[in-house]
């Protein structure tokens, strides 16, 4: 069940989806995670990648959380009533991983509705989920998500949970042309589905999945998430058809159909009713969302030049597209297929790799930390994990 990396925390209706997890000394913390979420999942080879990881203090440092604790008081609670931008802060500038006085506060989700599923994070038998699960957190961005407030409280946190050392204009701009959500319900409860549940597969690209054969117990699902080289012709017996929900950064869009355009992968699916999530992990997503709304080219920066709109084949269409900031919500029942395990060694790096390749772990993930994490939900019956075709 899973998607093992990439997953953020949060939320909705019953139990979580993908949790794009922080973590702290190897703990995870499910409501810090719907902020710090550590980029999209995959496996990500195809993903050769820019991104740095962002630092983080090791909080038991007590030298850094007694004297630093760094600047918490290095600018005053956004929270107020200032009406104007908070001072400029950069990440560079801190020693240590700051505390603030709102950090556990979140924008929660007017329209949320209870889910009638029983199998909920909130029931979950380990007290760390129950507690840290927040059913009702805001998952996408939409245009009036960039305010006065709601900026400065953000500025205090790094991107992809906030937007410290970033551009208000910039970032301003490219959310206000997101359209408004109709519903913030990304996935509706299937009628069929009697006890609320909704019952997901997410499924990554490892190695696992080749001569697996799960093909048809993945396309049973309500919905199958896919992320990446989502490569299906060929494989359908291993990995499925269907994809409901795919799952990108710009860079891993981008990426994903340049590197893997030669085994196949031509274009992202563009299932009926599919449904595009933008995870915004850096400002070059800012810029890709702005001209994809736009239907422009991308005028600056790292991808200067490029149309969006071509990455969509002719499938965008702004009401089955979202852009989720830092949580991911979903869903009942979290199958993950595809996703590394402790012995990712026993497998090829893709499911459609022909010749065994190893695994490249790359500097935007903490696979280990990952891969660990995703056995702990796994071990709590969290989500269901595919473990290999002994297990
Ligand atoms: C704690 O942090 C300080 C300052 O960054 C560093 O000098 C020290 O080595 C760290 N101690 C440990 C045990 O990590
Ligand atoms: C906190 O920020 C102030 C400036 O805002 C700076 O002078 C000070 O050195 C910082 N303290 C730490 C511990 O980083
Ligand atoms: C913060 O970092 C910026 C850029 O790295 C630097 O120019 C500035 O002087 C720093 N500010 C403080 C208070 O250290
Ligand atoms: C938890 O489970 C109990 C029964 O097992 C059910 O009555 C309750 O509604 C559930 N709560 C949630 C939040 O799912
Ligand atoms: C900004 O948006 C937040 C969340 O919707 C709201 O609580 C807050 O009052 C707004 N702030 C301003 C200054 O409009
Ligand atoms: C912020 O972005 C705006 C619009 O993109 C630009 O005009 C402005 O120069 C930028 N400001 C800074 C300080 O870079
Ligand atoms: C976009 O999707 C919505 C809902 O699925 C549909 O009603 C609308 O016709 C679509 N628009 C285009 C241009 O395909
Ligand atoms: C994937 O499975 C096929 C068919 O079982 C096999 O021929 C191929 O060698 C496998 N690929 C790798 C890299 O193990």
């Not at 910039?170 to 009697?194: E, F, G, M, N």
């Not at 199958?224 to 795919?246: L, M, P, Q, W």
Request: hydrophobic fraction near 35%; aromatic fraction near 12%.
């Amino acid at each position: 069940m899973i998607l093992l990396r990439i997953f953020l925390a949060i939320s909705f209706i019953t139990l979580l989806l993908f949790i794009f997890v922080t973590f702290y000394n190897g703990n995870c913390t499910i409501k810090a995670l719907s902020r710090q979420y550590d980029s999209l999942c995959v496996e990500e080879g195809n993903v050769a990648d820019s991104l740095q990881r962002v630092e983080e203090p090791d909080p038991t440092n007590s030298s850094v959380t007694d004297s630093g604790a760094a600047n918490t008081t290095m600018s005053p609670d956004p929270l107020g009533t200032q009406l104007t931008l908070v001072a400029p802060m950069d990440k560079h500038n801190f020693t240590a991983l700051p505390q603030w006085k709102f950090d556990d506060i979140y924008r929660l989700d007017p329209q949320f509705k209870p889910s009638e599923c029983m199998v909920s994070l909130r029931n979950s038998s380990n007290p760390v989920y129950k507690e840290k699960f927040i059913p009702n957190i805001q998952l996408f961005l939409q245009s009036d998500h960039v305010n006065m407030s709601e900026w400065n409280r953000l500025y205090h946190f790094n991107n992809p949970f906030g937007y410290m050392g970033f551009n208000h204009t910039a970032i301003k701009a490219a959310v206000d042309t997101i359209p408004k959500l109709a519903s913030t319900q990304l996935l509706q409860v299937p009628t069929r589905a009697k006890d609320g549940c909704i019952r997901c597969a997410v499924v990554g690209t490892c190695g696992i999945l080749n001569g697996s054969r799960l093909g048809k117990e993945i396309d049973s699902s309500d919905y199958v998430f896919r992320v990446n080289a989502a490569i299906i012709a060929g494989h359908e017996e291993d990995v499925g058809k269907r994809t409901s929900v795919y799952v990108h950064t710009a860079h891993s869009l981008i990426q994903s159909l340049m590197l893997h355009k030669k085994r196949g992968f031509k274009q992202i699916p563009t299932d009926k009713d599919i449904k595009y999530v933008l995870i915004p992990e850096g400002l070059r997503d800012y810029n890709f969302l702005e001209s994809l709304m736009k239907n422009r080219k991308i005028p600056s920066g790292a991808y200067r030049g490029q149309t969006p709109r071509n990455y969509y084949s002719g499938h965008f269409n702004e009401s089955s597209w979202n852009v989720l900031p830092c949580s991911y919500k979903c869903i009942n029942n979290v199958r993950v297929y595809g996703f590394s395990t402790a012995d990712y060694r026993k497998y090829p790096n893709y499911y459609y790799d022909t010749k065994h390749t190893k695994l490249v772990f790359f500097a935007n993930h903490d696979y280990r930390l990952e891969m660990k994490t995703w056995k702990e939900f796994h071990d709590d019956k969290f989500i269901w994990m595919y473990l290999g075709k002994s297990e």
